[in-house]
């Protein structure tokens, strides 16, 4: 059984860090993408980052470029979302999610996780 298990949100002040995991169980992390996505109230989700299988190309939103980092450790089948310079606009939900590359990128994941709240606020 595919899971998704995201862990490491918080209440942050804006200008601090947080890193989200992301920790699969029950198919092989390194045969797959995974993407980072993000709920706010009120919102459309949006992605926010994707890292693929085979070569480690990322993709990122324009809206945390130079901030945020994905990552992952195929040895611990987890990805790891280092966060930087959160702003307020940053605060939702964030999910991880997996599939096949070019799916992952286009928001049409196969398994989604049920999602970790980040809140950044003074």
């Known amino acids: 059984q595919v899971q998704l298990v995201e862990s490491g949100g918080g209440l942050v002040q804006p200008g601090g860090s947080l890193r989200l995991s992301c920790a699969a169980s029950?198919?092989?992390?390194?045969?797959?993408?995974i993407g980072w996505f993000r709920q706010a109230p009120g919102k459309e989700r949006e992605g926010v980052s994707c890292?693929?299988?085979?070569?480690?190309?990322?993709y990122y939103a324009d809206s945390v470029k130079g901030r945020f980092t994905i990552s992952r450790d195929n040895a611990k089948n987890t990805v790891y979302l280092q966060m930087n310079s959160l702003k307020p606009e940053d605060t939702a939900v964030y999910y991880c999610?997996?599939?096949?590359?070019?799916?992952?990128?286009?928001?049409?994941?196969?398994?989604w996780g049920h999602g970790t709240q980040v809140t950044v606020s003074s």
């Open positions: 999610a997996t599939g096949m590359f070019r799916a992952v990128v286009a928001g049409l994941p196969d398994y």
């Open positions: 890292i693929s299988s085979s070569d480690g190309s990322t």
């Open positions: 029950g198919f092989t992390l390194n045969y797959y993408a």
